[in-house]
């Protein structure tokens, strides 16, 4: 197998491996010994799911968060030194999309190791896909601010942005938190401002609405206490 970094993406939530993942991944996936991930066990349950003959005990893991420090990760691609290939596991999705493993991706490209993203999911490209919003300029804004001062300003920003630049913005909010970020924007923007909510992308309990702010205050707002959302803004 050729000696790469392998950017392996995985499921948004409980769904079939093979409704989001080309068979061409496990392939992939079952020739790496070595992988940087978010969370051992997570990912070791994801290489279950892909293969369920995997030798989970033959495999070296290497621990990339928030906690990791950041000294470190060089040390995670010497694999690549001896020819063995290595993959990256986010949490969900795609590595490296608001994600630690962009780190990882920067330094094997400082030293001219090959770096293959594979296909999977991203909810952020598919909630742009599904909002009927401009595609051809878009901006992901990760978190906004908890404070909600500072939260309203900085929505703000993104709604001049909507409309003097005509650029889509997206930002995600921690899902315990979803009811009061759709409470601010529906609160702080312009009754003509879309808002597309995209929940559970590509899981059973998908939802994904476009409507102006007008119209979701006249809407009663989905539960979305426990799913994970992107939140899109266009016009």
């Given at each position: 197998m050729e000696k790469a970094l392998y950017l392996i993406p995985v499921t948004l939530g409980e769904t079939e491996i093979n409704q989001v993942l080309p068979s061409y991944n496990h392939d992939v996936i079952v020739e790496i010994k070595h992988f940087i991930v978010e969370n051992i066990r997570s990912a070791r349950r994801f290489l279950k799911?892909?293969?369920?003959?995997?030798?989970?005990?033959?495999?070296?893991?290497?621990?990339?968060?928030?906690?990791t420090d950041r000294k470190i990760i060089g040390t995670y691609l010497e694999a690549l030194k001896e020819g063995k290939p290595v993959?990256?596991?986010s949490e969900a999705g795609c590595p490296a999309i608001a994600d630690?493993?962009?780190?990882?991706?920067a330094i094997a490209q400082s030293r001219g190791y090959k770096v293959v993203p594979l296909v999977g999911p991203s909810s952020i490209i598919m909630s742009v896909m599904?909002?009927?919003?401009?595609?051809?300029?878009?901006?992901?804004?990760?978190?906004?601010?908890?404070?909600?001062?500072?939260?309203?300003?900085a929505?703000?920003?993104?709604?001049?942005?909507?409309?003097?630049?005509?650029?889509?913005q997206?930002?995600?909010?921690?899902?315990?938190?979803?009811?009061?970020?759709?409470?601010?924007i529906l609160s702080a923007l312009r009754p003509q401002t879309k808002l597309?909510?995209?929940?559970?992308?590509?899981?059973p309990e998908e939802y994904i609405k476009t409507k102006t702010v007008e119209q979701w205050k006249k809407e009663k707002v989905p539960e979305l206490g426990k799913i994970p959302c992107i939140f899109v803004l266009g016009k």
């Open positions: 799911k892909v293969e369920k003959s995997i030798d989970i005990d033959e495999l070296i893991f290497y621990e990339l968060n928030r906690h993959g990256i596991i630690p493993g962009a780190d990882v991706v599904g909002s009927g919003f401009n595609g051809q300029s878009f901006a992901f804004n990760g978190y906004l601010p908890v404070e909600v001062p500072q939260r309203i300003k929505l703000k920003k993104l709604e001049s942005k909507v409309w003097n630049d005509d650029q889509t997206s930002f995600i909010e921690t899902p315990y938190r979803n009811a009061k970020m759709i409470e601010t597309c909510i995209a929940a559970g992308i590509t899981c």
